[in-house]
């Protein structure tokens, strides 16, 4: 029977203090309650001790505002998007843009071009004022293309909602906002997670059928005439995008 009582009850690692600390020092430096990914390997010599490494840390911004998104608000005509796999929390209902990414025709080895289509049309954006929702394949922010697309930060900066959705021949592992995770949590910017294999859909029919305003080789932009109704329950991390 695998069980970790050596490591948790007698104290062979003193995980629990490093965790307590690491989250203590984390949360104090960010300003925010943090998730830690972390790897302990022990020592193969059977002797206490071993070498902890901390992977990955993440800001848990948790607005006031109380946003209650229940099971049934994810399904509905006027759903554009759903996901319970998001990050932030608050309601939104003044994006009247969106920016996304085309399926048909969609070429992971063009991630280069796409991100900067994607610069081009956040320029405009940013320098209309207006904010958006974007919609990705893949990780946004990787460093290797054929998982995502390439960005920094200056050039989707306009974003205010970002939904990263993988693909069939396209199954990676989604961001979830990690790779700006500092600009997402300061800038309280939404995050959706949706996998295509979710039970959740992106409406691409009704996206389709919206007005286009600039459009390139693997980039639309559309602008609604009404604005579009974000929901994101952080405290159960469910969010919604509804359409008028």
């Not at 949360?27 to 010599?45: C, S």
């Not at 848990?60 to 109380?66: E, G, K, P």
């Not at 790779?179 to 309280?188: D, L």
Request: glycine content about 8%.
């Amino acid at each position: 029977m695998l069980t970790f009582a050596p490591i948790l009850d007698l104290g062979e690692i003193p995980l629990n203090d490093i965790i307590r600390y690491l989250l203590k020092l984390c949360e104090e430096t960010m300003g925010h309650q943090v998730e830690m990914e972390f790897a302990i390997t022990l020592n193969a010599d059977g002797e206490p001790g071993g070498h902890f490494g901390l992977l990955q840390v993440r800001p848990m911004f948790v607005s006031r505002a109380i946003v209650k998104v229940d099971q049934e608000d994810l399904d509905g005509p006027q759903v554009l998007l759903a996901s319970e796999d998001v990050l932030g929390n608050g309601a939104m209902n003044n994006i009247s843009n969106v920016v996304y990414l085309k399926r048909a025709g969609f070429d992971e080895k063009e991630s280069h071009l796409i991100a900067s289509e994607l610069e081009v049309i956040n320029h405009s954006l940013v320098a209309e004022g207006a904010q958006y929702l974007l919609i990705v394949f893949g990780r946004l922010g990787t460093t290797d293309p054929p998982f995502g697309i390439p960005v920094n930060w200056w050039q989707i900066s306009g974003a205010k909602v970002i939904v990263e959705a993988s693909l069939p021949e396209m199954n990676v592992e989604l961001s979830q906002g990690s790779h700006f995770f500092h600009n997402v949590i300061s800038s309280q910017v939404g995050y959706f997670s949706l996998k295509h294999f979710s039970k959740h859909k992106i409406d691409w029919e009704w996206m389709n059928q919206q007005p286009t305003k600039k459009e390139s080789p693997f980039v639309r932009h559309v602008k609604l005439t009404s604005p579009l109704q974000v929901k994101i329950d952080g405290a159960h991390g469910r969010g919604v995008i509804c359409h008028g």
